[in-house]
């Protein structure tokens, strides 16, 4: 081959990309673009992340976040309608499977056992919610880590409230067991058996609900979103399974089922909403939502409601006058990884009093009280 | 015109099929081999997915189903050792190196048709036929990976195909989209090579057509290798990832696995047909260049260990990067420079190989840089090596064993042990995930020698009669 050619060759080529480049330029709109390109498009402060959409209902104002996709552009009464018709699936659904657990349950005990009737009567009240989020909140937690003991209460009252299948042991909230000089993770101990004790602080880690959520962003069938109230929640529906949300949370607050999910019809909570506690399918991704089937109806977290000294608050974020907002006036505040870049809305501080009381006789969990206490308590419990 | 691609199509299904007993056989075996891998995904691991999506939203009748053997309430991904720890395991890892020997296919095209270079000419179409069947084998483990297969071919495959990507910013949706251009790009490429190479000596594909699909392809070779790294490289949660080499390194290896791959097929081939043959330069030349692209590969290598071990680094990072560099032998090296890090792992001797249950990571790492140096310094102080058909074969197996050391479980794994919350929890393949990951490699060979039989068939009939 001669050179002459060659470089004919090389020019061609050349030419070919110039021509293909700018064939590129000219298609793709410059909108289009920047909405891909542009990181984290969100309105203001308020808002979920690709923005939110308001819409009144009887007077009320809420808010659809513009990620969700069930929203139909620019026709907030078709949203709200998919959103219903959503939820009357999940609800025939998991009435469905509960029926299914009640009759095994009912086969196996006789059917004028208390059990049977509690399993039916549980699968009458399934009620599955579409509330919406209120415009104007952004729901934050805070935790007070001289409080925490570590007892793992709210994690259990998590998975009952939340119909978490009971035998795969997902837990939601896990407790990480540290050294009081440095909170680094990697110096965690999850599986501890014993406590309190006086060197150790307890963090309770669940979905920190960050404010900019790597797991969204990854999710490529769009499965998972922050609401406009802040919680990011998971629609099983449309989960596939993937696991890159698992990956790209730095809190290990995602979890998949590896199996299928049974329905547990005697331990059922009938209170439920489409995106929180509604049985989930096989092989999707489920995670905290903040009990969005309470707090959307004026309620608290369970997690909050079961912690035995108090540890736990919950409530508005941009509520100035709120509680997280005091708590971080008076004590400040940290979050987990903040190098992450995700601006958890879960606080912690380390409150004025400790639980137990560094002074307290015995660090140990069943005797922090005193030796007093202790010796009641083995009474108790023979007698 | 529209005869002539038909008897091309005809051409390569005549020649997919009518070989000796030993294509024959192999075909038997790869689809043996594929049909059991599948029956087990569908069966097992995917089959409660599969259930519930056909008959609770799709309205399939169920009974049939269960009579297949597809149960409700029965398998699921438990099967497999992943958990909410380590979330990809062995059906990942084996993707990124599929997608990288897939990558390396198109270079040829480049080189061949770039340059006007006979010989590399005469490789180019079976490089095209390989991307194929690597893209394939990549796309089959993902499908096996996610954990409703059917739901992401309605949710995700389709709406992206249809234009409407329902997330445009994950990289998944990249991912998909620029394997599947390459799949078709390739496709297209083998398709233009046999229909005018079959006809004989003097038929050529027009040369616009060539550097067309040259624009077109080059970029996306190393384009869907680069998305692979994205996936993985910009998430804070996984501190080894994180960090810009991932792309670059995972390119640069890739250079070398897929030349490698495609010399040995190629060698292997000569011997089954008679006409087809590749001049000796070409396999030299190829056989260098995939040693330059291992030289980057291992230098990443040697950057990164750097960047983990000489000052203080991310405490997490460096705890996953010891459980893929410690082994015995270089913790006298090793201790000086993690032994303030050693607190954090107290109870674990990590002296050993890795961390208890992980220690094949720490093994494939050391077997990678020693595998990488000897294949390298082989191939440059050995010429007799690289001058000789059998000195190929061995250098090029070096090569990909070094790579797939490199590119399987010791780039997926370590990332995920220990977890987002500091937990070890230990990931080993079950014999499940072997078996469906064979299957997945059975589909692609199966493809490979489909394809490749009526590309080498007219291979041959055109450089074959001594022309050229
Ligand atoms: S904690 Fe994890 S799951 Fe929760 S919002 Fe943040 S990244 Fe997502
Ligand atoms: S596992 Fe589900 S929620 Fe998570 S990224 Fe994949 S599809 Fe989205």
């Not at chain 1, 009567?121 to 919406?132: A, D, F, N, Q, S």
């Not at chain 1, 709210?154 to 939340?162: L, S």
């Not at chain 2, 990289?171 to 790009?185: A, E, G, P, R, W």
């Not at chain 2, 000796?280 to 230098?299: P, S």
Request: aromatic letters at 12%.
């Amino acid at each position: 081959m001669s050179e002459k050619k060659v470089s004919k060759t090389r020019r061609n080529l050349l030419k070919g990309v110039a021509a293909a480049g700018l064939v590129s330029v000219i298609t793709a709109k410059r909108e289009d673009l920047m909405k891909i390109l542009e990181p984290y498009p969100k309105e203001g402060e308020e808002g979920a992340f690709g923005g939110v959409e308001y819409l009144e209902i009887n007077g009320e104002e809420y808010a659809i976040a513009k990620w969700n996709p069930y929203r139909v552009p620019g026709n907030p009464e078709q949203s709200v309608e998919n959103l219903k018709e959503l939820a009357k699936k999940k609800e025939e659904d998991a009435k469905r499977r509960c029926k299914q657990s009640a009759e095994e349950i009912c086969k196996r005990l006789g059917e004028d056992r208390p059990e049977c009737k509690l399993a039916r009567k549980h699968c009458e009240e399934i009620v599955v919610k579409w509330t919406l989020a209120k415009k104007g909140i952004r729901w934050a937690m805070a935790l007070d880590l001289n409080k925490c003991i570590g007892c793992r209460r709210c994690a259990y009252a998590c998975v009952q409230e939340n119909n978490v299948d009971r035998t795969q042991g997902i837990e939601w909230i896990k407790v990480v067991n540290l050294t009081r000089d440095e909170l680094e993770l990697l110096n965690s101990d999850i599986e501890y058996t014993s406590g309190p004790y006086k060197d150790r602080v307890y963090i309770p880690v669940a979905c920190n609900q960050c404010e900019y959520p790597p797991c969204i962003m990854v999710c490529p069938v769009r499965a998972t979103w922050q609401e406009p109230d802040g919680i990011v929640i998971v629609d099983s529906y449309r989960c596939i399974g993937c696991r890159y949300c698992i990956t790209a949370c730095p809190y290990g607050a995602r979890h998949l089922n590896w199996k299928p999910v049974s329905v547990d019809a005697l331990t059922l909570n009938p209170n439920m909403h489409e995106f929180g506690n509604v049985p989930r399918e096989v092989h999707t991704v489920e995670k905290c939502t903040w009990c969005i089937q309470r707090t959307r109806n004026g309620g608290t977290t369970a997690c909050v409601e079961i912690c035995p000294v108090g540890a736990r608050v919950f409530g508005n974020f941009w509520d100035e006058e709120g509680p997280i907002q005091r708590i971080i006036k008076e004590y400040g505040a940290f979050v987990l990884k903040p190098s992450a870049g995700t601006k958890p809305r879960f606080f912690y501080y380390f409150g004025p009093a400790r639980t137990p009381p560094l002074d307290a006789e015995n660090p140990h969990s069943s005797d922090w009280l005193g030796g007093g206490k202790k010796e009641e308590g083995k009474k108790g419990g023979e007698a | 015109m529209v005869i002539e691609i038909l008897k091309t199509i005809w051409y390569f299904i005549k020649y997919a099929f009518n070989g000796g007993w030993r294509h024959w056989a192999f075909i038997l075996a790869m689809a043996l081999v594929s049909a059991w891998g599948i029956a087990l995904w569908a069966g097992v691991q995917a089959a409660p997915a599969i259930y519930v999506q056909l008959v609770n939203h799709l309205g399939f009748n169920g009974k049939t189903l269960i009579d297949l053997g597809i149960r409700p309430n029965e398998g699921g991904m438990v099967y497999t050792d992943m958990s909410d720890s380590v979330a990809w395991g062995m059906y990942i890892s084996f993707f990124v190196f599929w997608v990288g020997v897939a990558a390396a296919g198109v270079l040829f095209g480049v080189a061949a048709y770039g340059f006007r270079d006979k010989g590399f000419m005469r490789l180019a179409p079976l490089a095209e036929a390989q991307a194929i069947a690597a893209v394939l084998v990549a796309l089959a483990l993902v499908f096996f990976d996610v954990g409703r297969p059917i739901r992401t071919f309605l949710l995700m495959a389709l709406p992206i195909m249809a234009g409407k990507p329902p997330n445009p910013k994950s990289i998944f949706t990249y991912d998909f989209l620029v394997l599947n251009s390459y799949l078709i790009v390739n496709i297209i490429g083998v398709f233009l090579a046999v229909h005018w190479y079959r006809r004989g000596p003097k038929y050529e594909p027009p040369k616009y057509l060539m550097y067309a699909f040259m624009v077109i392809a080059a970029p996306l070779a190393i384009g869907i290798h680069t998305v692979t790294g994205f996936i993985s490289q910009a998430l804070t949660a996984r501190p080894l990832w994180l960090g810009p080499l991932l792309a670059p390194r995972y390119v640069a290896t890739a250079l070398a696995a897929g030349p490698a791959f495609l010399l040995i097929v190629s060698i292997i081939a000569e011997k089954f047909y008679k006409k087809y043959k590749v001049p000796m330069y070409v396999y030299e030349k190829t056989l260098l260049a995939a040693i330059a692209a291992l030289i980057v590969g291992l230098y990443f290598t040697l950057s990164e260990t750097q960047e983990l071990f000489w000052y203080t680094t991310e405490p997490a990072k460096r705890a996953q990067a010891i459980g893929l560099y410690l082994a015995p032998f270089v913790c006298g090296i090793m201790k000086p420079l993690v032994k303030d890090y050693m607190f954090y792992f107290a109870g674990h001797n990590v002296c050993r190989w890795g961390y208890p249950g992980m220690e094949y990571i720490a093994i494939l790492f050391w077997a990678w840089v020693i595998l990488g140096v000897l294949a390298t310094l082989l191939t440059i102080f050995v010429p007799k090596l690289r001058k000789s058909y059998k000195g190929i074969v061995f250098l090029s197996t070096l090569i990909i064993l070094a790579v797939v050391a490199e590119k399987t479980f010791t780039i997926v794994i370590p990332a995920y042990v220990p977890d987002a919350l500091g937990v070890l929890h230990p990931y080993f393949p079950t014999p499940l995930e072997v078996a469906i990951t064979a299957g997945a490699h059975a589909v692609g060979l199966l493809v490979y020698i489909l394809v490749a039989r009526p590309v080498l068939k007219a291979v041959e009939a055109h450089y074959g009669e001594g022309h050229h």
